[in-house]
C-alpha cells in the first residue's frame, strides 16, 4: 500500500449487503471509509464496480487516487494484509478491443511529483446556472487543482478557462478560451470518453458534433507524415536570388572573342601592377580568362602591403567581373580548374583552404600565417583580406544555390547533373575524399575555431567597427557549407547527416566554452540556416547550463523537452551567482567527451595553475560502490571538500553511486550536519523527495536517529516533506515515538512552509545570464518549429481532411501510444510527440513549471521568449477548439 492509512469512497454499489462487507473488510485491515455522496479530498482510494459517469469517479481521476474493484478489498481480506492495487485497477475494454485504463495516466503523473492535478495550472471562470450542478463541477474542478472562480470575477483575478453550462455571447466575452462542461471529461479521457459513454450534456450541440469521430488509418497516417518529413528535410534552407541574374549562356557572347594578354605580362616583368591590372579589366568577358599567372603575381603583389587602396579595390572588381562572366557552376570544369589555380597563396600554393586561413588570421591580427605578411596589420590590407573573403563565400553560395535550385543549363545545353556537386570548389576546399562521409572535417574544426575567435574580438571591438563583422562572413561561410553538406548525404543516409550534425554542435559548445554567454547568443541570433542555429542553439544552451551547474538530460530534443527541462532551467540560470563565468576545462556534458580537434584546440582546454590547485584530489575517482569524491566527503562530513566540488562548473549535486544513493543522502544517513546544510544552500538545491528502496534523505535521517538533520531539511522544504512516505507507508512522524519530537518535527515544517510563503521568487540573481539563455531558447524554438515543419503541419482551421488535421484530430481521440503503436519511422513519431505537446500546452499543461522569476522579467529576450511560448499556448488553444 501507498498509505499506512487508507482512507476508501465507494461508488456505484447499490446493495447494501454488499456494501457492509467492504466496509467492514475496510476497517478489518486498517483502512478508513468515508461515506457521503460527493467526492472527499482526504480518500486515497476509491472503489467502484466498473466506470461510472459519477463525480466521485471523475474527481478521483482528476486527483490521481487509485480506484479500484471491489475484488481489491475482498482479495486483500483473503490475504490477511493489503495487497498491490495495480491488478485491480479499474479498466474497460474499448471498441477497439484494447484495454484502457482511465486513471493510470493522472495517477501515475501525481505519483512521481510532476503535476499535482489534472487541472494544474487551470484558472477557471465557472458559470453554471443550477446551484447544484455548479458545486458539483467546482469540487471536480479542484480535485484537480484547479483554482475556481464564480461571476463577478474578481478584478486581481485572470483566468485562462471559461467553462459554461449552457454557453451564452456573456460567457464568451472573457478573455480567455470558453469550454462546454464537457471539455472536463474530454481533458481527461481524450475519445475514450466515448466507449466509456461519457456525455455532460451541454446546451452547445456545435461541440457535441465535434465529439464524433471516424477512425484515421494510423498506417496511412505515418506514411503521409514520413513523405512530409522528408519533404521538410530536403528543402533549401538558403536561398541566393540574385544568383538567379547571373550569365546566361544564350546570350551572344561579346565581340571580343580573342584579347592579346602578352603585353599584360611585360607590365608586370617591368613592375608596372597598375596598368597591367587596368589592362585585364578591360578583358573581362562570358568565357574569356585572362591567364591565371597574372592574376597570381597581381595578388602577389597586393599582399605585400606597398599598392594602393585604389589598387586594391580594382583588383577584387577584376574577381567579381570573374565571378559573375564565368561562374564555375555553369562552366566547364576547366573553368573551376582555374579558379583552383588562382584562389591559392600565390606564394605557398597549397590551395584554398591555406589561403582562406591565412586571410583570416590576418583579420585576426595573427602571425600564423603560411607564411609572413606585413605587420602590424595594415588597414588597407585588412580590408583586402576581409573582400577576399567575401569573394570567396559568393563564389560558395553560387555553388550551393545552383545544387539546391537544378535549374541552370550548361553552356552546352545540358541540365547540371548532381554528381556535380561531388567536383564543386566546396567539397576540394573542406572535405579531403577520405573526410566526405563527416561533415567535421579538418578545415570545418578550424573554421569553427575562427568563428569563435573573430566573434569574441567582433563583440569587444563593437564600439569601433560593426558588431561581428568578420564573424558575420564566417558565419555565413559555415552555414553555406553545413548546408552543402547535408543537402548532399540526406536522401542517402538520414543518419549520417544527424551524427554530422550533432558532432559539430559539440564541437563547437567545446570551442566556444571561454566566450560569454552574451557572445554566443549574438552569433546565434545571426546564424542564417535553421538546420545549424537549432543544433548550436541547442548545444550552447546545454552547455551555458552545465557550466552553471543546471542539470539537463540527455534525451533527443523534442518540444515536450524544451518545455518541461530548458524552461524551468531558465528559472535556476536567473537565479546564478554573478561571478558565475564560463570555464574551459571540466564538465560533465558530453560535448567534453567527443575526441574533436583536440590538438588543435589545447590552448582552449588547457586549466591556470590556479584552478588546478582549486581542484580536489580524486575528483574524478569512482570506488567501486560508484560512489564520487562527493558522496565520500559528504559520508564524512569533510565540508571543506564539498565546498570545493561544489564550486567548481558542472558539479551534478544529484549524482547517484550504484545502488541509487545520492551525496544528501549520505550525509543524511552518516549525520554530517555541515554538509547538509552546504549542499542545501547550493544552487540548484539538491532533490529531496528522491527515495532509494523508499528510503529519502529525511527518513534516512530520522532511521539513523539524526534529529538536527531532520529538522533542518523540513525549515529548508517545509511540511511537503511530512507527507511522503518510505517503502513500508510510514511518513516521517511515523518514525518518531516520542510527542515531543514529533511536535519538534512539525513546528520546523511550519518554519520551512513559513520561510517559502516570504521567499522572494521574483528576483533575478543574474540578468544578463538570463538574457542570454532566454535568447538561444528563443530562437531555439523557432528554429525547431521551421525545422521540423511543425508550425505547418498543426494549423487551427486546417480542414478538408488535411494532414495536420487528421493527425490532430487522431490524438483527440485516441493516445499517443495508440496512435504511434507499431510505427518505424521515428522521425513521423517525434512529429506526432510534438503535435501533442502543443494540444497539451494549449490545455495549460507545462507554463507551470516556469518559475515566477522568468515569468515577471522584463528583460527584452526574455519577454520576447514568453511571448513565444504563448503563441504556442494560444495555437494549443485553438487548435483543441477549433475540433
Known amino acids: 500500500m501507498a498509505s499506512r492509512t487508507p482512507i476508501f469512497q465507494i461508488s456505484g454499489i447499490k446493495v447494501c449487503e454488499k456494501k457492509k462487507v467492504l466496509v467492514r473488510g475496510i476497517q478489518q485491515l486498517g483502512g478508513k471509509y468515508m461515506g457521503g455522496s460527493v467526492y472527499q479530498h482526504e480518500s486515497t482510494h476509491l472503489i467502484i464496480p466498473q466506470v461510472l459517469s459519477s463525480e466521485k469517479f471523475l474527481a478521483a481521476c482528476a486527483a490521481g487516487k487509485w480506484v479500484v474493484t471491489p475484488d ?45 492535478g489534472a487541472f494544474q495550472g487551470w484558472r477557471v471562470l465557472l458559470m453554471v446556472q443550477e446551484p447544484t ?57 481524450g475519445s475514450n470518453c466515448v466507449d466509456m459513454k461519457f456525455n455532460i450534456k451541454d446546451d452547445h450541440p456545435a461541440d457535441m458534433k465535434k465529439a464524433s469521430f471516424v477512425d484515421v488509418d494510423f498506417a496511412k497516417l505515418e506514411a503521409e507524415l514520413s513523405d512530409y518529413v522528408i519533404k521538410q528535410e530536403g528543402r533549401p534552407r538558403l536561398r541566393f536570388f540574385e544568383f538567379l541574374g547571373y550569365h546566361d549562356p544564350h546570350r551572344p557572347q561579346s565581340q571580343a572573342t ?53 589598387f586594391l579595390r580594382n583588383l577584387q572588381q577584376v574577381m567579381y567581373n570573374l565571378l559573375v562572366t564565368n561562374p564555375p557552376w555553369l562552366t566547364p570544369s576547366t573553368v573551376r580548374r582555374y579558379y583552383i589555380q588562382v584562389l591559392q597563396c600565390p606564394r605557398c600554393k597549397t590551395g584554398l583552404w ?42 560558395f553560395q553560387g555553388e550551393l544555390h545552383s545544387v539546391t535550385t537544378w535549374d541552370f543549363v550548361l553552356p552546352e545545353g545540358k541540365g547540371v547533373s548532381h554528381a556535380s556537386a561531388s567536383g564543386s570548389l566546396l567539397y576540394g576546399t573542406f572535405w579531403t575524399v577520405w573526410e566526405r562521409s563527416t561533415l567535421l572535417s579538418r ?80 552569433l546565434v541570433v545571426r546564424i542564417r540556416s535553421t538546420r545549424l542555429k537549432l543544433v548550436i542553439a541547442d548545444a550552447i544552451f546545454r552547455n551555458l547550463c552545465c557550466t552553471n551547474g543546471v542539470t539537463i538530460g540527455d534525451e533527443p530534443l523534442s518540444l515536450q523537452k524544451m518545455l518541461l527541462s530548458y524552461l524551468p532551467a531558465l528559472g535556476s540560470l536567473a537565479l546564478s551567482p554573478t561571478t558565475t563565468h564560463l570555464k574551459t576545462g571540466r564538465t560533465s556534458h558530453s560535448c567534453a567527451n567527443q575526441e574533436t580537434g583536440c590538438s588543435a584546440q589545447s590552448s582552449l582546454v588547457n586549466e591556470t595553475s590556479t584552478e588546478k590547485e582549486n581542484i580536489p584530489r580524486g575528483l574524478n575517482r569512482v570506488n567501486a560502490a560508484g560512489e564520487t ?36 543522502h549520505e550525509a543524511c544517513n552518516h549525520g554530517s550536519t555541515s554538509c547538509v546544510e552546504a549542499l542545501l544552500r547550493h544552487h540548484p538545491a539538491p532533490v529531496l523527495d528522491n527515495q532509494v528502496g523508499g528510503v529519502s534523505p529525511l527518513h534516512d535521517a530520522l532511521l539513523n536517529g539524526h534529529m538536527d538533520i531532520a529538522r533542518i531539511l523540513l525549515e529548508h ?108 519511422d521515428q522521425r513521423a513519431v517525434r512529429l506526432v510527440k510534438d503535435a501533442e505537446t502543443v494540444l497539451e500546452l494549449g490545455r495549460g499543461s507545462y507554463l507551470g513549471q516556469v518559475s515566477q522569476a522568468v515569468r515577471e522579467c522584463t528583460g527584452e529576450n526574455t519577454l520576447f521568449l514568453m511571448e513565444i511560448v504563448q503563441n504556442l499556448k494560444s495555437g494549443g488553444e485553438a487548435l483543441a477548439a477549433d475540433l
Open 717 to 824: 522544504a517545509g511540511s511537503a516533506l511530512l507527507q511522503q512516505t518510505d517503502g513500508d507507508g510510514r511518513t516521517a512522524l511515523d518514525l518518531v515515538s516520542a510527542t515531543s519530537q514529533k511536535e519538534e518535527l512539525l513546528r520546523s515544517a511550519q518554519v520551512g512552509d513559513l520561510a517559502l510563503s516570504n521567499r522572494i521568487v521574483t528576483e533575478v540573481l543574474n540578468l544578463p545570464l538570463l538574457e542570454a539563455g532566454s535568447a538561444l531558447l528563443a530562437h531555439l524554438i523557432f528554429s525547431y518549429q521551421q525545422e521540423r515543419g511543425l508550425s505547418r503541419c498543426v494549423q487551427p482551421g486546417d480542414r478538408s481532411y488535411s494532414l495536420g488535421y487528421k493527425l490532430v484530430r487522431a490524438l483527440q481521440a485516441h493516445s499517443l501510444q495508440r496512435v504511434t503503436l507499431g510505427w518505424t
Open 354 to 395: 591555406p589561403f582562406l586561413e591565412t586571410a583570416i588570421s590576418y583579420c585576426l591580427s595573427s602571425e600564423v600565417t603560411c607564411h609572413p605578411l606585413p605587420g602590424p596589420a595594415l588597414p588597407t590590407l585588412l580590408h583586402f583580406h576581409s573582400d577576399l573573403l567575401g569573394f570567396v563565400l559568393k563564389l
Open 258 to 310: 580573342e584579347t592579346d594578354f602578352s603585353n599584360v605580362g611585360s607590365m608586370i616583368e617591368c613592375g608596372l601592377f597598375i596598368e597591367a591590372l587596368d589592362s585585364i579589366r578591360s578583358a573581362v568577358f562570358p568565357g574569356l580568362l585572362p591567364p591565371a599567372p597574372y592574376l597570381i603575381s597581381l595578388l602577389e603583389y597586393a599582399q605585400q602591403g606597398n599598392a594602393t587602396s585604389v
Open 629 to 664: 569524491l562527493l558522496h565520500r566527503a559528504c559520508k564524512r562530513n569533510q565540508v571543506e571538500t564539498v565546498l570545493q566540488i561544489l564550486a567548481l562548473p558542472g558539479t551534478d549535486i544529484n549524482v547517484k553511486d550504484h545502488a541509487g544513493w545520492t551525496p544528501l
Open 72 to 116: 481489491y478489498v475482498l482479495d486483500s481480506i483473503k490475504n490477511g494484509s493489503w495487497l498491490p492495487e495495480g491488478p485491480y485497477e479499474v479498466a474497460l475494454s474499448t471498441c477497439t478491443t484494447s484495454t484502457f485504463y482511465p486513471v493510470r495516466q493522472w495517477r501515475e503523473k501525481v505519483a512521481s511529483g510532476r503535476i499535482t
Open 443 to 522: 578545415a570545418v574544426k578550424r573554421l569553427t575555431q575562427f568563428l569563435m575567435q573573430a566573434a569574441v574580438k567582433d563583440y569587444a571591438d563593437r564600439g569601433e567597427k560593426q558588431k561581428l563583422h568578420l564573424a558575420d562572413t564566417l558565419l555565413d561561410l559555415l552555414s553555406v557549407l553545413v548546408e552543402f553538406w547535408c543537402q548532399q548525404h540526406f536522401k542517402l543516409n538520414q543518419n549520417l547527416v544527424e551524427k554530422g550534425l550533432k558532432d559539430l554542435a559539440e564541437h563547437f559548445a567545446l570551442v566556444s566554452q571561454d566566450a560569454s554567454p552574451q557572445v554566443l547568443s549574438e
Open 133 to 189: 450542478r455548479r458545486a458539483m463541477f467546482k469540487r471536480l474542478l479542484k480535485a484537480g487543482r484547479a483554482k475556481v472562480y464564480r461571476c463577478p470575477l474578481p478584478s486581481h483575478a485572470s483566468v485562462t478557462h471559461v467553462m459554461a453550462k449552457p454557453i451564452t455571447e456573456d460567457s464568451k466575452s472573457h478573455n480567455a478560451p470558453c469550454y462546454p462542461v464537457s471539455h472536463i471529461v474530454q481533458h481527461l479521457f
